[in-house]
């Protein structure tokens, strides 16, 4: 079974359009994360969530917005897509938050959704 | 936060050892190093995570200086498999991923 998972795997839309990335984990981890890797490859993190705790890094901008129906679940909604979005977004979870400065925050990822917006 | 660096790239023979350096002189006493790596086009796999002690799972072996200023990823017996981008992160507040080193097991 996949501990993490993604759908879609590839997603190709227009300017201007909303879609949404959906991210399940079997892992009864507590905390799910968002990713973006860019052209250059450098990893970002974009959101962490946490018992309905939402930390946003500041650099997000608010088209982008994470919903989660259950703890298993971290869905990633893109509004009013624009060419700098496309990219490769990971989803990812680990057992405790980020921060809590513990030795098991080892966070497991998804094999990613490759997002190019026309 | 505590930053790394690594090389950029790295060569290894196949069934040799691959040491991936990592420096992280700014690292705080209560911070992890962990590492991570990267195979073409999949998301991240955890490898390990050490504080002070050194560390060995199935996977690698991680060897902290007593000064934790710096690290070592130690892949003992190196596969074609194992070429991947690596990753050293401490600070895991924020999983900062830099460049990583690009390491390419050969023949």
């Known amino acids: 079974d996949t501990a993490v998972s993604q759908t879609p795997k590839y997603l190709v839309t227009q300017m201007g359009n909303d879609k949404s990335i959906k991210c399940e984990q079997n892992?009864?981890?507590?905390?799910m994360y968002w990713y973006k890797q860019d052209s250059k490859k450098f990893l970002k993190i974009m959101f962490s969530y946490n018992n309905k705790e939402l930390i946003i890094n500041e650099t997000v901008p608010n088209r982008f917005s994470p919903k989660s129906p259950d703890k298993a679940h971290l869905n990633l909604h893109i509004n009013s897509l624009e060419l700098g979005d496309s990219a490769v977004y990971f989803c990812a979870s680990s057992q405790v938050r980020l921060g809590r400065l513990a030795g098991n925050n080892e966070q497991f990822f998804g094999p990613g959704t490759r997002l190019t917006v026309l | 936060d505590a930053k790394t660096t690594q090389p950029p790239s790295m060569d290894c023979a196949e069934g040799r050892a691959a040491n991936l350096p990592c420096n992280h002189s700014?690292?705080?006493?209560?911070?992890?190093v962990y590492w991570y790596r990267q195979i073409h086009s999949q998301g991240p796999q955890y490898i390990i995570h050490g504080l002070k002690n050194n560390e060995t799972n199935e996977m690698a072996s991680l060897i902290i200086t007593e000064d934790r200023k710096s690290s070592t990823l130690i892949l003992p017996h190196a596969t074609l498999r194992d070429t991947a981008v690596y990753y050293c992160i401490v600070n895991n507040n924020d999983m900062r991923f830099g460049a990583g080193t690009r390491l390419t097991v050969k023949p």
């Open positions: 892992l009864g981890h507590d905390t």
């Open positions: 700014t690292i705080s006493g209560n911070e992890y």
